[in-house]
């Protein structure tokens, strides 16, 4: 059975603290991982796409890489206005469906 | 740019009534269009996706149905509210035939009393 698996459930940063959030997957045949934001009681904001392992995207201070068996979405020098949740989405083989398996997401705080 | 739409904004319904929650896109054609619901505590649930008029899949049995009755509309609808049915509904669409990314809607909070 396809899974995603977020950690931590939460995490505080200093304003400029640097850190990663990670999200392991178990799927049978990785079409696609996917990264989101989500701010409260809006709908998630798409971040990055990643399809193979060994691949990276940045976008400003998050970092996103994965590997066979997880990814990681790096933040460096947060901001106060990088608090949010994070989601880690992956989609599996076959994709016709274009079905997301989606993780617990990880709520991230930064103060300043 | 494709922009996507939903409504209303936040609902509040007793048990036992009925529910029509609407989603619209612009910008694009014969995208693939999906229903999920995120719980409280829980992560997003797909509920129903759609790669063309009048074509559903449910992912989930539940007391929910889709219909889509436009290239660009895509319709959650039930006849009866169940306690169990609040949430936080959020649309999505893809592009046919391109990248498998999803964008998603603004969502709809959802109460039943």
């Known amino acids: 059975e396809d899974q995603v698996t977020q950690s931590p459930e939460a995490l505080r940063l200093q304003e400029g603290e640097s850190s990663s959030l990670n999200c392991s997957y178990t799927?049978?045949?990785?079409?696609?991982l996917f990264w989101y934001r989500q701010d409260p009681g809006k709908g998630p904001e798409f971040l990055f796409t990643l399809y193979s392992a060994g691949e990276e995207k940045e976008k400003e201070r998050l970092k996103a890489t994965l590997t066979k068996k997880e990814s990681f979405l790096h933040i460096t020098a947060p901001k106060p206005e990088d608090s949010a949740t994070y989601l880690c989405?992956?989609?599996?083989?076959?994709?016709?469906?274009?079905?997301?398996?989606f993780g617990q997401g990880t709520t991230l705080q930064v103060k300043p | 740019s494709q922009t996507i739409h939903q409504w209303p904004a936040t609902l509040v319904q007793p048990v036992g009534s009925p529910l029509s929650l609407e989603c619209t896109v612009e910008?694009?054609?014969?995208?693939?269009l999906y229903w999920y619901r995120q719980a409280a505590g829980r992560g997003l649930q797909l509920l129903f996706y759609s790669v063309g008029i009048g074509q559903i899949s449910s992912e989930v049995p539940q007391n929910l149905s889709a219909s889509r009755p436009q290239d660009r509309q895509f319709i959650l609808s039930s006849k009866k509210l169940l306690l169990s049915d609040s949430g936080f509904y959020l649309c999505?669409?893809?592009?046919?035939?391109?990248?498998?990314?999803?964008?998603f809607g603004p969502g709809t909070r959802l109460t039943v009393l």
């Open positions: 799927v049978s045949g990785l079409r696609g």
């Open positions: 910008g694009t054609s014969n995208p693939n």
């Open positions: 989405a992956v989609q599996g083989e076959p994709g016709n469906t274009g079905k997301l398996i």
């Open positions: 999505a669409w893809s592009p046919r035939g391109g990248t498998d990314t999803q964008y």
